[in-house]
């Protein structure tokens, strides 16, 4: 069964962060995911006092933007959580929100080229190795970090277009897809990944990270959810989320785990009433399924 986790939306501001993360950490919340939206929280920042407050959580970065962060600092900032918090960081990049990247000076021309040139380069960074490389986005004249993890972590990407998708199975060691998909898109997701990680030639499969937007309550709890998605999958339907008690979004967990999903981190709506009550509904998810 795959890996449960949730969310804290970056549509709550920092000073609620703090009870958020003890309640998930009490609840028995698995991990919790962070977002770097501009211009809201920094998830380096947010994730380094996540894991201080905590003794167990696992914390995923989910995305962080490669235009927004160049190489060597991202990985001198997941080096140092991992050293410190062994084992309990899930670093992930992505292509950022286009238009955000435009407003900070950071959009490129390939998006693509780009996630290329930066993934080799983190995983040979947070791997210890010295890195030479002079690309079109990514340029390291003999970096090395100082201070390596003693293992190194699972380097996630975002990918969503089969493009990104097939590029992120080449390239990094797991996929982080947003919500939005149904179970039978997340399938299709899964095979065009593991088509780029054969053609690399690289053994074994990705792991697969989906965010699924999730409603915890009664008979509104599917339309809130619907309204919540819709402005960005208009067509989103019943399919795509996840409702009701824990059993029932266990349930639904089970469909998405069916169709190759490796983690289920399960997203609350922006509006979501009672933020630590949610997260005790999905260590309540955790417990069912695992």
Known sequence: MPRIGA???????????????????????????????????????????ALALTDRLRVGIGIAPMPLRNVA???????????????????????GVLDWMGQVGARVASPLGLMREYVPALRALLAGEEVNTSGTYVSLDRVRLDWPPASSPAVHAAAEGPKTLRLAGELADGIVIPAGKSPEQIADAVAIAQAGRDAAGRAGAPEIVIFLLTAFGGADAETRALEDLRP??????????????????????????????????LQPTADEPDIEGFYRSVGEVAALVG
């Not at 019943?238 to 785990?257: L, N, T, W, Y």
């Open 7 to 49: 969310i804290y939306q970056p549509a709550f501001p920092p000073e609620r962060f703090r009870a958020a993360v003890l309640a998930a950490e009490a609840a028995g919340v698995p991990e919790l995911w962070l977002w770097e939206d501009c211009f809201r929280q920094g998830a380096y920042s947010a994730a380094g006092a």
């Open 232 to 265: 960005w999958h208009p067509e989103a339907d019943r399919a795509r989320i996840a409702v009701g008690d824990p059993a029932g979004v266990a349930a639904d967990v089970a469909r998405f785990a069916a169709a190759g999903a490796t983690a289920v981190i």
């Open 73 to 95: 600092l991202a990985a001198m900032e997941t080096a140092s959580l991992e050293r410190m918090f062994p084992g309990r960081v899930v670093p992930g990049f992505g292509h």
